[in-house]
T-cell receptor, first 111, second 111 residues
Framework: TQLLEQSPQFLSIQEGENLTVYCNSSSVFSSLQWYRQEPGEGPVLLVT?????EVKKLKRLTFQFGDARKDSSLHITAAQPGDTGLYLCAGENNAGNMLTFGGGTRLMVKP | EPEVTQTPSHQVTQMGQEVILRCVPI?????FYWYRQILGQKVEFLVSFYNNEISEKSEIFDDQFSVERPDGSNFTLKIRSTKLEDSAMYFCASRVGYEQYFGPGTRLTVT
């Protein structure tokens, strides 16, 4: 059974601050996906990283996949209140037929 | 932009009743999934479906659950005899490449 540990669970910061969310596992994943989920809605895909060491940027969000494809991070620069929400990481198994989700990081950015 | 759609958005049923949750995946996707999320908990994988057969299933997906692709567009999840613990958000997803796109979910409440 593959497990993904996501940290921190909760994060409350002021507008303009930087933050990093971590996703760690002892298992190797074929890809790692980051989602954002609003209450009562489905996860919305932000990015997929596939190659070990890969870095992807989405405006102020930077996503990195670990060299060994066991961990990933999401870094937000100059956070804004609109970044408030639940961020989920999810790793795909080698067969490509399931995602294992982390527990999520609930981010609050105060104006 | 193509989206995964799900119906109904909310289903209330009595314990022991059968329910069918419906999904329309994105049209050119070939892999389909069901996940569930109990309130306040992680998103959990239930089952994946490819080429008209189950590709992978979790321990949660026991004999009470079944999936079907009755035509070229719909993908359904049936729970034969619902239990109180089946109350959750159920998400359908479809995949292209490495990316899984989720629907908005069906909130199932079993009373």
């Amino acid at each position: 059974t593959q497990l993904l540990e996501q940290s921190p669970q909760f994060l409350s910061i002021q507008e303009g601050e930087n933050l990093t969310v971590y996703c760690n596992s002892s298992s190797v994943f074929s890809s790692l996906q980051w989602y954002r989920q609003e209450p009562g809605e489905g996860p919305v895909l932000l990015v997929t990283v596939v190659t070990g060491g890969e870095v992807k940027k989405l405006k102020r969000l930077t996503f990195q996949f670990g060299d060994a494809r066991k961990d990933s991070s999401l870094h937000i620069t100059a956070a804004q209140p609109g970044d408030t929400g639940l961020y989920l990481c999810a790793g795909e198994n080698n067969a490509g037929n399931m995602l294992t989700f982390g527990g999520g990081t609930r981010l609050m950015v105060k104006p | 932009e193509p989206e995964v759609t799900q119906t109904p958005s909310h289903q209330v049923t009595q314990m022991g009743q059968e329910v069918i949750l419906r999904c329309v995946p994105i049209s050119n996707h070939l892999y389909f999934y069901w996940y569930r999320q109990i309130l306040g908990q992680k998103v959990e994988f239930l089952v994946s479906f490819y080429n008209n057969e189950i590709s992978e299933k979790s321990e949660i997906f026991d004999d009470q659950f079944s999936v079907e692709r009755p035509d070229g567009s719909n993908f359904t999840l049936k729970i034969r005899s619902t239990k109180l613990e089946d109350s959750a958000m159920y998400f359908c997803a479809s995949r292209v490449g490495y990316e899984q796109y989720f629907g908005p979910g069906t909130r199932l409440t079993v009373t």
